[in-house]
Every structure is written in structure tokens, then in C-alpha cells.
Nanobody, 123 residues
């Protein structure tokens, strides 16, 4: 059974930092692209960041570029999202997702999803 489990969310003040983790099991994710998405109340799920299976290629939403960094450790089957200079508009549930091979930025392109972790940024 494939599982993606996110952790590291919480409440932080604007300007602060959080590091999200996503631990994968039940599948060899070393050949998968891994992505982070987020969904705020009343809004659609949106792309945040994605990383290729090798870690050599990454892509970010314009809204987080320069503040967030995605990385992965294939030996640990884990992907990370370092979030710095957080803003109230970053408040959302953050989801980890996986797909075969090539990176993508649309939610429908991803086959496997975690349950999400809440990130709340206070002003």
C-alpha cells in the first residue's frame, strides 16, 4: 500500500520558517517526481514546488520562488520543503504528491497523495 505522510506543519509568525517533510512507503519513489501543493479554504489546490527523481531539476510557483526550497533524500524516501520568510497568504493545507518520472505542475498529473499538513502564518 502506497503511503505519503506529511509532517512539520504548524503555526508560525510572518517572517518565520517551517520545514515540511514527506515520508513515502509502499513504493520505490526514487524514480518518481515529487511535488508539493497547497489548498487554502475556498480555493483550488495549487502547485507549490516539484523536484525530479534525481533532484537535479526543480520548479517553483512564482509566489514562493526565492523563499521555498524543495529537496529530497532518496535513501530515506523523503522529500522536504523548506519554507522561509513565510507570509499570511502562505496559510493552507500542504500536500505531498508523487508521479512517475517526469516533473509536472498540475495536480491531476500526480497519482499518489498524502493527507496534508496544516500551515498557518499569523500576521
Amino acid at each position: 500500500q502506497v503511503q505519503l505522510v506529511e509532517s512539520g506543519g504548524g503555526l508560525v509568525q510572518a517572517g518565520g520558517s517551517l520545514r515540511l517533510s514527506c515520508a513515502a512507503s509502499g513504493r520505490t519513489f526514487s524514480s518518481d517526481a515529487m511535488g508539493w501543493f497547497r489548498q487554502a479554504p475556498g480555493k483550488e489546490r495549487e502547485f507549490v514546488a516539484v523536484i525530479s527523481w534525481s533532484g537535479r531539476s526543480t520548479r517553483y510557483a512564482d509566489s514562493v520562488k526565492g523563499r521555498f526550497t524543495i529537496s529530497r533524500d532518496n535513501a530515506k524516501n523523503t522529500v522536504y520543503l523548506q519554507m522561509n520568510s513565510l507570509k499570511p497568504e502562505d496559510t493552507a493545507i500542504y500536500y505531498c504528491a508523487a508521479r512517475d518520472f517526469a516533473i509536472a505542475t498540475t495536480p491531476t498529473s500526480f497519482s499518489f497523495w498524502g493527507q496534508g499538513t496544516q500551515v498557518t502564518v499569523s500576521s
